[in-house]
């Protein structure tokens, strides 16, 4: 159960250098940027909550 968990967080992180490689330019960017990255560390840590609620 945890293995997707920690696909997720590969996958995520991997998205986050890709879109992060594209728009290092301009400060518009920058903020879509944080804001994925805000998304991508929400979904990680629910993934975590949900497997918790799963194993226990």
């Known amino acids: 159960m945890e ?3 920690a ?4 996958v ?3 998205t986050i250098k890709k879109v992060g490689e594209q ?3 301009s400060e ?3 903020l879509a940027f ?3 990255v805000a998304q991508c560390s ?3 840590v629910i993934a975590g909550i949900v497997a ?5």
């Open 3 to 5: 293995s997707w968990i």
């Open 7 to 10: 696909e997720l967080s590969i």
């Open 12 to 14: 995520s992180h991997e």
């Open 23 to 25: 728009v290092s330019d």
């Open 28 to 30: 518009i960017s920058r």
């Open 34 to 36: 944080r804001r994925l």
């Open 42 to 44: 929400i979904l990680v």
């Open 52 to 56: 918790g609620l799963i194993a226990a």
